[in-house]
């Protein structure tokens, strides 16, 4: 596998060029070298590369002159500045015009086979949600999933390798989180995306009419049941059935549904004719069924059934990254639906915007972006035309000027915002973190571990 990827070494210093190309042969990369700057741009414009390790000190050109001509050729490179002689400054310059990391020289062999296999499996994730991004827009033509969080990013690789099988799909997450707009795109990038797409909100029926719902009912099955109806697993037939918040299914109708998915029939109510299906099954709950099971309320072996693939979408409080590319999205899709030029928004709404903790999801953004474009005067949004409890709400690493808190608890409260901030600019990499702030990786773990700061995207 690793002869699909080229890296290419560019650095001056012939025994380091040679150490590290040893190495990487060994791994069964493609490797190339070049012994400067400019050999290694017209190396570059010439051959395939995927990943580039530069020094950052050369003759005639420096590590970020080549970062920026390498980026202008294949803005797809992954790019690993190698330096003796940097600064945090030059690693947060690199990093901020496209470098993956950087690393220290000497360089340390196993953290560099590390760091590679890391932008490998990258590179693997990008393919795999380009694929499904380019899926939904042919043929779902719709930008479901705007998203740059690396939590999302893996979502979307699973539901897009979920979506070649059969397997029955279990989609976890939020209220407002995005689930029955995941099993859409799951089903419209499948083999069954010619055939019906059919959503039941399992707690918007009465259990009274659940049952007759979903299998469907003969003549004279109940009272008022005056014509047989076919249920909606027959509507789905050949295509998908999506059973949204299936953790309120009543445990009667759980024993059936069991059935389905073991056998691939139904009987419809009021008669002992079992029907062959062809259905794909993705179900969702905001509920912990694990603790349902528990509970007696859930079924241990219907879990199992449903549970084959799992899917839990983060809720947008722990992908903060996605906030500002919705903010953007939806004032788009909500001026043009409005008929209004296009809109700005003011820095201040955004920073409120930023710090609001979103309990009801991607759903909740989109109402309030939305009330904020039908508001808006003179084509901007500002911090006037957002919800009131957007307004006052203070983000918890906010440190706050209390008297009557010590020094001690107040210099917490800075310190932890300061750990936040540095990992918001370093998009989540720790260990360049703990270099902006000064101290180590480790230390850095520990402090955040105190505070409970979570990795980002957890």
Do not use: C, W
């Amino acid at each position: 596998m690793n002869k699909e990827y080229s890296i290419l070494i560019i650095d001056d210093e012939a025994a380091q060029r040679e150490i590290l190309k040893g190495f990487l042969d060994k791994r069964g990369f493609r490797t190339f070298t070049a012994s400067s700057g400019n050999e290694g741009l017209a190396f570059i414009d010439k051959e395939q590369i995927d990943i580039i390790l530069s020094d950052y000190k050369m003759p005639d050109k420096t590590g970020i002159e080549v970062l920026e001509a390498a980026k202008r050729i294949n803005p797809e490179i992954s790019f690993v500045l190698m330096t003796a002689y940097g600064t945090i400054e030059n690693a947060v310059k690199a990093m901020r015009l496209g470098a993956y990391d950087y690393l220290s020289k000497p360089v340390d062999l196993d953290e560099l086979e590390l760091l590679i296999e890391k932008i490998i499996e990258n590179k693997n994730l990008k393919s795999e949600v380009s694929f499904l991004k380019q899926q939904l827009q042919e043929k779902f033509k719709i930008d479901s999933f705007i998203s740059s969080s690396p939590k999302m990013q893996e979502v979307l690789s699973v539901a897009a390798r979920a979506a070649e099988s059969k397997a029955t799909v279990l989609i976890t997450g939020e209220s407002g989180s995005g689930k029955e707009v995941l099993a859409k795109s799951i089903h419209y990038i499948s083999s069954r995306k010619d055939k019906p797409f059919v959503a039941v909100n399992v707690p918007a029926l009465p259990e009274t009419l659940l049952e007759s719902e979903l299998f469907g009912h003969e003549k004279g099955a109940f009272t008022g049941a005056d014509k047989a109806r076919i249920g909606r697993f027959e509507l789905a037939n050949k295509g998908t059935i999506f059973l949204d918040e299936i953790g309120d299914i009543p445990m009667n109708l759980q024993v059936k549904l069991l059935r389905v998915l073991q056998e691939h029939k139904i009987e419809r109510l009021g008669s002992n004719e079992s029907i062959e299906i062809d259905v794909r099954v993705i179900a969702a709950t905001h509920q912990n069924l694990e603790q349902k099971i528990k509970d007696g309320t859930f079924r241990e072996d219907l879990f199992y059934r449903l549970n084959v693939i799992s899917i839990h979408i983060p809720p947008l409080r722990e992908r903060k990254e996605d906030v500002m590319p919705l903010i953007e999205h939806f004032i788009k899709k909500y001026a043009e639906e409005n008929g209004k030029p296009k809109i700005e928004i003011s820095k201040e709404a955004v920073d409120y915007l930023m710090k609001y903790n979103y309990p009801g999801n991607v759903r909740e953004l989109e109402n309030i972006i939305e009330r904020a474009v039908v508001l808006s005067r003179q084509n901007i949004i500002t911090v006037n035309d957002l919800p009131s409890n957007v307004k006052g709400f203070k983000t918890e690493t906010d440190p706050i000027l209390d008297e009557n808190k010590t020094l001690n608890e107040q210099v917490e409260a800075l310190e932890k915002k300061l750990i936040y901030d540095a990992l918001m600019r370093a998009n989540g990499n720790q260990s360049l973190a703990g270099r902006m702030l000064g101290i180590t990786e480790r230390n850095l773990r520990y402090k955040m571990q105190k505070y409970g700061i979570k990795k980002f995207g957890d």
